[in-house]
């Protein structure tokens, strides 16, 4: 019986292994297609946008609408 729960053992560690790279592959924000600008996330919902739309919060933080950099 040891034997088997080790070897389950064994095998969900491979297994989180295995996916843990594709998990930051995922992660990675996405691009601007169209031309450099940079992408920011929102610092209240994590949405991404480009710099030029996004509002200036404190301490280098940024928001993607007024609702959210005020509350």
């Avoid at 592959?25 to 996405?30: I, S, T, Y």
């Avoid at 996330?41 to 993607?64: D, I």
Wanted: hydrophobic residues 40%.
């Amino acid at each position: 019986m040891l034997k088997y729960l080790l070897i389950c053992i064994l095998a969900l560690i491979v297994w989180w292994a295995w996916r843990a790279p594709r998990r930051r592959e995922r992660a990675v924000p996405p691009r601007n297609v169209e031309g450099d600008e940079n992408m920011v996330a929102c610092a209240r919902c994590g949405v991404y946008l480009p710099a030029s739309e996004a509002l200036p919060g404190p301490r280098g933080t940024y928001f993607c609408s007024s609702q959210h950099r005020e509350g």
